[in-house]
T-cell receptor, first 114, second 114 residues
């Protein structure tokens, strides 16, 4: 699936570092999402953007800061993370109305916080 | 509250055998229902979706699913499993009414014996 791309695919960072994850979708969608997938836990929705506006923040700590400059790009800025933030971070996109199709996911960024 | 239950955490089948993965949901209105598959180290790929109409839906890779309103179920089936089907499978409910939020089940990990 190349409709949603994510970079980098792997990231190792120290707790004092600042880094950013990037997501780009080529599907003409207007909604984008960040999910966190940890071992042995269900997929956790973090943020939702519709037409570049944030419509959901699922009680995510402020050390995660999303940015959506346009409907095709989504960033997740990371700073002063904790080891428990190590996980697979997945980006997805869709049309705002599900009747037009489901969510399409990128391959994810495997984040390790040391 | 809305929820999705996948009762089986792990399932092992022999190659060529039939497969059924169970999914039950709790939702007051008519749901949008999805099945996704995730191979190791990858993002989620949409297998199929149900919005309305025919309760038996066909998806990619030879999978199908049947919506049973009376049982609040949306089980995934495949008549003959291939070794490449080994992966994790997620059922999801999309909330209707203009929202674009998916609620995922915890997933079922499928192993295929040769």
């Amino acid at each position: 699936e190349t409709g949603v791309t994510q970079t980098p695919r792997h990231l190792v960072m120290g707790m004092t570092n600042k880094k950013s994850l990037k997501c780009e979708q080529h599907l003409g969608h207007n909604a984008m999402y960040w999910y966190k997938q940890s071992a042995k836990k269900p997929l956790e929705l973090m943020f939702v953007y519709n037409f570049k506006e944030q419509t959901e923040n699922n009680s995510v700590p402020s050390r995660f800061s999303p940015e959506c400059p346009n409907s095709s790009h989504l960033f997740l800025h990371l700073h002063t993370l904790q080891p428990e933030d190590s996980a697979l971070y997945l980006c997805a996109s869709s049309q705002p109305d599900y009747s037009l199709g489901g969510q399409y996911f990128g391959p994810g960024t495997r984040l390790t916080v040391t | 509250a809305q929820s999705v239950t996948q009762p089986d955490i792990h399932i092992t089948v022999s190659e060529g055998a039939s497969l059924e993965l169970r999914c039950n949901y709790s939702y007051g209105a008519t749901p949008y229902l999805f099945w996704y598959v995730q191979s190791p180290g990858q993002g989620l790929q949409l297998l199929l979706k149900y919005f309305s109409g025919d309760t038996l839906v066909q998806g990619i890779k030879g999978f199908e699913a049947e919506f049973k309103r009376s049982q609040s179920s949306f089980n995934l089936r495949k008549p003959s499993v291939h070794w490449s089907d080994a992966a994790e499978y997620f059922c999801a409910v999309g909330l209707s009414g203009g929202y674009n939020k998916l609620i995922f089940g915890a997933g079922t990990r499928l192993a295929v014996h040769p």
